[in-house]
């Protein structure tokens, strides 16, 4: 599986910016996509996820400002981030999971100036 990630920049808070996650390859072992984020000096942390079923999981600090969709038609996965805060600042990467795999795209910058 491969995966494509854009949609970085650099944003002033309380503004938006939408990422996006192009998957090819097998994608058909895939059960769910969803998005990491490691800021400098921390751990990589789980952003949002969406399963193939269409569940979806959230971060308790993005919830209510951020939003993870799907356009399977595409194989597209898609992170809408509202109300953007400087703590957001991080290197974002796009992750795909199978029952025994998980595949990473290369990260994209999201820097949110105060």
């Known amino acids: 599986v491969q995966l494509q990630a854009s949609g970085g920049g650099l944003v002033q808070a309380g503004g938006f910016l939408r990422l996006s996650c192009a998957a090819s390859?097998?994608?058909?072992?895939?059960?769910?996509m969803g998005w990491y984020r490691q800021a400098p000096g921390k751990q990589r942390e789980l952003v949002a996820s969406?399963?193939?079923?269409?569940?979806?999981n959230y971060a308790d600090s993005v919830k209510g400002r951020f939003t993870i969709s799907s356009d399977n038609a595409k194989n597209t996965v898609y992170l809408q981030m509202n109300s953007l805060k400087p703590e957001d600042t991080a290197v974002y990467y796009c992750?795909?999971?199978?029952?025994?795999?998980?595949?990473w795209g290369q990260g994209t910058q999201v820097t949110v100036s105060s």
């Open positions: 390859g097998s994608i058909f072992n895939v059960i769910r």
């Open positions: 992750n795909a999971a199978s029952l025994y795999n998980q595949y």
């Open positions: 969406i399963t193939r079923t269409g569940d979806l």
